[in-house]
């Protein structure tokens, strides 16, 4: 008997310890949303990967080092985050540069296309004006660029 609640004893003391190294899940609402917890709520949701400490193997779990894993938790987190906003500048850059560039591209073709005499300027700023030849090819290039820039 004495044995019995001595392993009933030792089980309940380490009980904690198994409860809080359970799995974190992430997952995204369909707003956008980032949520965390410890129970899966669907199909998509993904097991993070924490960094284990050598506390966690200790026979008896201490304040300190459940506060050493929830910052560890946090700091996974906020550098998750983190890389997530810069990933969505870095794509927000990027649709501006092809808005931008496919302005251009547009603008290039509707004044090649408008007719009327076209030309340049020379080194000395003078005007040379471009024959039919010289104008279809500028066309074609600026058609070739409008469809890489505009999808």
Not at 77 to 94: D, F, M, P, V, Y
Request: glycine residues 4%; charged residues 30%; hydrophobic residues 35%.
């Amino acid at each position: 008997m004495k044995k019995l609640m001595a392993l009933t004893t030792v089980f309940l003391l380490c009980l904690p310890i198994f409860t809080f190294a359970g799995k974190i899940y992430k997952w995204v609402d369909e707003q956008g949303n980032t949520h965390y917890s410890q129970q899966r709520p669907s199909n998509r949701s993904t097991q993070m990967n924490i960094p284990s400490s050598s506390s966690r193997s200790a026979p008896a779990a201490t304040s300190n080092s459940r506060k050493e894993a929830t910052n560890k938790l946090l700091n996974a987190i906020a550098a998750e985050r983190t890389a997530k906003a810069e990933t969505k500048a870095k794509s927000k850059k990027e649709a501006k540069r092809l808005r931008t560039n496919c302005s251009n591209a547009r603008k290039r073709v509707a004044s090649l296309e408008m007719g009327g005499r076209r030309f340049d300027v020379t080194e000395q700023g003078e005007r040379r004006y471009l024959d039919d030849t010289e104008i279809k090819k500028r066309l074609a290039a600026a058609l070739k660029l409008r469809s890489k820039w505009c999808k």
